[in-house]
T-cell receptor, first 114, second 114 residues
Framework: GAGVSQSPSNKVTEKGKDVELRCDPISGHTALYWYRQRLGQGLEFLIYFQGNSAPDKSGLPSDRFSAERTGESVSTLTIQRTQQEDSAVYLCASSSGQALWEQYFGPGTRLTVT | AQSVTQPDIHITVSEGASLELRCNYS??????LFWYVQSPGQGLQLLLK??????LVQGIKGFEAEFKRSQSSFNLRKPSVHWSDAAEYFCAVGVSGGYNKLIFGAGTRLAVHP
């Protein structure tokens, strides 16, 4: 089946604008994760959705960041009033209820804030 | 706090040589440990995982890793490196307790000389 998909693949925006990043997880995967990867650095956990439970938002760096998920499908990560330090690759991953630890990653969205 | 350290930022090896990538973790409980590979322009792919049992685990692409509790390490090895192994490698520890998430190291970039 199809893997995790993300759109857009690249996004260039001006400082102060809002952006929305989209993630389509693997069908049937109940868990969905967002990560941020700054240039030359590891992955930084942002937020985690698991089924109908309240999401784990502990990794969101500021209140400019928010994310939603519709049921067990699409998720959007929204960054308001973007800053240059938000420039990074944003990765989405999903996993199934039977193997929560085996995360399947999408190709990422490269965000550049000018 | 949980953390993962990958001491080597860059490693260069010759094709056919053996490889060891180091990973140390800090986690109070029994860890779940993972190695992921990120090839240029591609998403992260799970190489192998350790949950319990045999401390030497085998993964895809000829990789293996050994869990050493006394050293808090989970080093990745391959006996003979191929040019296609050039990529970035990430070690991660799974953190559970209500929410399940992965804490990643900063990564090791592997270059392979012909």
């Amino acid at each position: 089946g199809a893997g995790v998909s993300q759109s857009p693949s690249n996004k260039v925006t001006e400082k102060g604008k809002d952006v929305e990043l989209r993630c389509d997880p693997i069908s049937g995967h109940t868990a969905l994760y967002w990560y941020r990867q700054r240039l030359g650095q590891g992955l930084e956990f942002l937020i985690y959705f698991q089924g109908n439970s309240a999401p784990d938002k502990s990794g969101l760096p500021s209140d400019r960041f928010s994310a939603e998920r519709t049921g067990e499908s699409v998720s959007t990560l929204t960054i308001q009033r973007t800053q240059q330090e938000d420039s990074a690759v944003y990765l989405c991953a999903s996993s199934s209820g039977q193997a929560l630890w085996e995360q399947y990653f999408g190709p990422g969205t490269r965000l550049t804030v000018t | 706090a949980q953390s993962v350290t990958q001491p080597d930022i860059h490693i260069t090896v010759s094709e056919g040589a053996s490889l060891e990538l180091r990973c140390n973790y800090s986690y109070g409980a029994t860890p779940y440990l993972f190695w992921y590979v990120q090839s240029p322009g591609q998403g992260l792919q799970l190489l192998l995982k350790y949950f319990s049992g045999d401390t030497l685990v085998q993964g895809i692409k000829g990789f293996e890793a050994e869990f050493k509790r006394s050293q808090s390490s989970f080093n990745l090895r391959k006996p003979s490196v191929h040019w296609s192994d050039a990529a970035e490698y990430f070690c991660a520890v799974g953190v559970s307790g209500g929410y399940n998430k992965l804490i990643f190291g900063a990564g090791t970039r592997l270059a392979v000389h012909p």
